[in-house]
């Protein structure tokens, strides 16, 4: 025992084995955080997929040669041990004198770089051995043994030299720890100078306790050193780990050779996890009692917060790669608050435009954004007024007006505009965080969301559109809770805007995918929670299945999974996933994971419930849109709401809690209208609709212009006809299935792809969630980009050329 004390406490971080590989300039930056915060080991393997494990076979190029030696060298001048790990498992003969020749002349060739430290790891590969293995050896771990002995020997007894076992978690150990035989063997017949690498009960361990520990050590007939997946994400691509250290006390140290962090895939995502660890390690090293110098948790992660502050908004290029020049194009960038994302400045691909029905105005880039924004500008004559909304707020109510330079649209919903534009502020870091914490628990801010969420969704008849009378107090409770996780989504988009907005390159390549999908994510549930006070109905309705709905997807929520004896990627997603499962299409996946777009942008959205204000804004903007394709100005347009009456009106008119508005800083930008039960709203059209535009617009004779088009120029008997024929029935076998409708338009000038899906998404929540089981669409054979759009969200072809146009192509999708 006094050799084994003598032996430092390697403790450090090893690099990420999945995801892309960090820079030379992000490794640097690493060395000089082990080295301020007291770590001192690294460890370093190929990128562990099958192509890389394959190449223990191969020597390094004499360019990977001087690559790999600058990076040992850079690492030991900065204190740090370097690790060098090598995974033969998955194709080894471990029998074959040549496989064994080839990966000591591998490790040979790095050793003669300078390294002094090496891995032999056998992990997440098959117990099963060849025929020669089998014939040479009495069993698996036998010859992991003879192999890593012999290895271990031909490099001259390292000092520090790791074994990761096939067996390396309590859980996978059969039949248990203490009865494994192959543990035992392990522990046996490995020499005992090797480490051997435990990850703890779990791949991912809630907690290191010190008897799990000590039975460990007393197996191995050795102290493990613990390689700990706390703050890895490789496993789920909509989470990150930004919490502290947490769930080992630093009197673990006694029964361990070391600890070793397996952090974030994303390198800026680690500067917490790897702060309180150094401050985990300090703790342990300080002998007092004094309770100050014990390790919590959450005096260490404020601690990394307050220094994280300083670097956060420092003017760094994406992989760190800054120099001077960069420095002061960054900066310059940043003056000038362009929200492009790590590229810089370049062409954005627009959305794609979805007109209505066959007869509204097909879809058209714009001609260049100073175009765009000259339309914008002249889309708006009236700017929208504030509307502060209160704990009794029935959430959603919009503001009237248009879209221009004052018409600050989220702004008038509680949206402030984008503080993205200026550096992040400490509380929204906290935010961060919170909402990216462990692996089994979340932050604060997220709890609250979940918890807010929960009782929301379980107390909806509170506020049901056709529910039993209920206590004004019972309503006030609801709508004040609705209040906060509205405040909360306010709060994710602010962050979202400030993480693209900042002057730091290197946060935004890293944190960007997932504070998007967070903000999308947001963005329907805030959608939903307003839409669900006086709209949804109760389920003594015919068409209310509300409790049916969540029955299924609001019982399996992450909180309910990931228990002590689960792994975290046994629901994955995180908060996004959480949020999402308790939503009515919480299980349509294609709906919510969609890689980010390619340039970021900083402008904020918002998607809400149409109120009968957004009228006159949304009449104009598909008469913009209108008059912008068909190439006509104002005067060509017989009444100012001819196109509004005919793409717009009857679902308005008839149905105005199934239609959800987009708006930005501008203004309202796009809009989805949905209608819940096709056959009901077709003869609501034919008894109250049709009758109130043969009044509005009645015949009159001489107003046919012969040189103007019908699609362009109709007059009131073309266009009483063209709306009777938009009211056509569809066939009862699509309607069976699908008896819902959705119709989707948006402006050219978007520049943020997501939305639109967003934007629909928040319609099919409704809509599933009034009982619905279907929906869809009519498409152009000729719209492509529509086409691909509802593809991708689900969206089948169910019918062709036998819809009411005889042209069009009808998608649709369960719900």
């Given at each position: ?5 003598k032996k ?8 990420g084995?999945?995801?892309?590989p960090w ?7 690493l ?10 080991t ?7 997929d099958?192509?890389h ?21 850079e690492?030991?001048s900065?204190?740090?041990?370097f ?9 080894i ?10 990966l ?6 790095v050793?003669?770089l300078?390294c ?8 997440d ?17 036998h ?5 890593t002995n012999d290895?271990y ?10 074994f990761?076992?096939t067996?390396?978690?309590?859980s996978?150990?059969?039949?248990s720890?203490s009865?494994?035989p ?11 100078n ?14 290191l ?9 007393s ?9 700990d997946?706390?703050?890895?994400n ?10 502290p250290?947490?769930?080992r006390e630093?009197q ?14 994303e ?22 009692k004094?309770e100050?110098c ?8 404020s601690a990394?917060?307050?220094d994280w502050?300083?670097?956060?908004n420092?003017p760094l290029?994406?992989?760190?790669q800054?120099?001077r020049?960069e420095?002061r194009?960054?900066?310059?960038t940043?003056?000038?608050k ?6 810089g400045?370049?062409a954005?691909d627009?959305?794609?435009v979805?007109?209505?029905?066959s007869?509204s105005p ?5 001609k260049?954004e100073?175009a765009g924004?000259?339309?914008e500008k002249?889309?708006?004559?009236q ?5 502060h909304?209160?704990?009794?707020c029935r959430p959603g ?15 008038a919903?509680?949206w402030?505009l ?8 400490e509380s929204q ?7 990216y ?11 609250k969301?979940?918890q807010?969420l929960?009782w ?18 019972k ?5 004040g ?9 306010e ?16 946060v ?7 504070v998007w999908?967070?903000?999308?994510t947001?963005?329907v ?6 839409w ?5 109905l ?6 209310g299945?509300?409790?049916?709905c ?11 999974l ?9 629901f994955k ?7 999402q499962?308790?939503?009515?299409i919480g ?5 919510f994971t ?5 340039f ?19 009449y ?7 008059l ?6 104002e005067?060509?347009?017989?009444h ?12 308005l ?6 239609c959800?508005i987009l ?5 309202v930008c796009?809009?989805?209208?949905g209608?819940?039960?096709v056959?009901?709203f077709a003869?609501r059209?034919q008894a ?5 535009m043969r009044?509005k ?5 001489g ?13 009131t ?14 066939p009862?076998?699509?309607?069976y299935?699908?008896p ?10 978007l520049v943020d792809v ?9 319609l099919?929540t409704?809509l599933?969630?009034n009982?619905?089981q279907?929906?869809f669409?009519?498409v ?29 192509v009808?998608?649709?999708r369960?719900?």
């Open positions: 025992m006094e050799e084994e004390e430092p406490f390697l403790c450090g971080v090893v690099e084995f999945y995801g892309r820079t030379m300039d992000q490794r640097k930056v060395f000089q955080w082990m080295q301020r915060w007291g770590l001192n690294y460890l370093y393997g190929p990128k562990d099958l192509k494990r394959l190449l223990w076979r191969e020597v390094y190029s004499h360019e990977e040669e001087g690559q790999l030696r600058t990076l040992i060298q690492a030991q900065r204190g740090q041990r690790v060098y790990a090598l995974s033969p498992g998955q194709d003969v471990f029998s074959s004198s040549c496989d064994l020749t080839l000591k002349r591998k490790l040979r060739q050793s003669d300078g002094q430290a090496f891995a032999i790891l056998f992990d590969i098959d117990h099963s051995m060849c025929q020669a293995d089998s014939e040479a050896f009495s069993s698996f771990a010859a992991q043994v003879t192999v290895i020997r031909f490099l001259g007894e390292p000092p520090v030299f790791l990761c076992p067996e390396y978690c309590g996978l150990c059969s039949p720890v009865k494994s192959y543990l035992q063997t392990i522990g046996e017949d490995l020499l005992p090797i480490t051997v690498i435990w990850t703890g009960s779990k791949v991912i361990s809630r907690k306790s010190v008897d799990g520990l000590a039975e460990v050590e197996v191995l007939q050795r102290p493990p050193l613990v390689w997946n706390l703050h890895a490789d496993y789920d691509s909509r989470r990150l780990f930004l919490g250290f947490k769930g630093p673990l140290r006694s029964h361990l050779r070391g600890l070793l962090l397996n952090p974030n895939c390198f800026e995502a680690n500067y917490i996890p790897l702060h309180s660890l150094g401050s985990w390690y300090r703790a342990g090293k300080e002998e007092r004094d100050e014990d390790y919590c948790p959450d005096r260490a992660l990394a917060l307050h502050m300083q670097e956060l420092q290029q994406a992989g760190r800054s120099t020049a420095q194009s960054s900066a310059a940043t003056r000038c362009t929200p492009d994302g790590p590229r400045p370049a954005v627009k959305l794609p979805f007109p209505l029905n007869s097909p879809s058209s880039p714009v260049g100073t924004r000259e339309g002249k889309r708006s004559t700017p929208s007024q504030p509307n909304q209160t704990q009794g109510a919009p503001a009237a007006g248009g879209r221009g330079p004052k018409a600050q649209g989220p702004k919903q509680g402030g984008c503080g993205g534009k200026g550096p992040l502020s870091v906290r935010l961060l965080v919170g909402l914490y462990l692996p089994h628990e979340h932050g604060p801010s997220a709890q969301l979940l807010d929960t929301l969704k379980a107390n909806c008849h509170l506020v049901s559109a056709n529910g039993k009378k209920t206590a004004a107090q309503i006030d409770e609801w709508r809770r609705s209040c906060r996780v509205l405040s909360l989504c709060d994710i988009a602010q962050l979202h805007c400030s993480v693209v907005g900042g002057a730091n390159r290197a935004l390549y890293d944190l960007y995918p997932y999908d967070l903000r999308n947001a963005l549930a805030k959608a939903f929670i307003c669900l006070d006086g709209r949804v109760s389920d003594s309705s015919a068409m299945t509300w409790r049916n969540f029955h299924l997807c609001g019982k399996s929520t992450g909180a309910d990931l228990g002590v004896e689960s792994e975290p990627w046994a997603g995180g908060v996004s996933g959480e949020v499962m308790l939503l009515p299980s349509s996946n294609e709906l969609h890689p980010p777009p390619l970021p942008t900083s402008r904020l959205y918002n998607v809400r419930p149409y109120h009968t204000k957004d009228k006159l804004e949304l104009r903007m598909v008469r913009q849109l209108h912008r394709t068909q190439g006509g100005h005067a060509s347009v017989a100012p709401d001819v196109v509004g009456d005919r793409c717009f009106g009857p679902c008119a008839l149905c105005p809690e199934y959800f708006e930005d800083e501008l203004g796009g809009c989805v209208l209608i819940v039960d056959r009901s003869k059209c109250s609709w049709m009758p109130a009044d617009y009645p015949p009159r004779g107003n046919t212009h012969p040189n103007t088009q019908v699609n362009t120029h109709p007059n008997q073309d266009l009483i006809k063209l709306m009777e024929e938009d009211q056509g029935e569809y009862d076998s699509l309607l299935h699908f819902s409708q959705l119709r989707l338009d948006a402006l050219p000038e997501s939305v639109s899906r967003t934007l629909l998404t928040a099919l409704a599933k969630a009982g619905s279907g929906v669409c009519e152009q054979p000729t719209d492509r980009h529509r086409l691909e759009f509802l593809t991708k969200l689900g969206f089948l072809e169910i019918l062709r050329g036998e819809a009411r146009s005889r042209e069009g009808v998608l649709g369960l719900l």
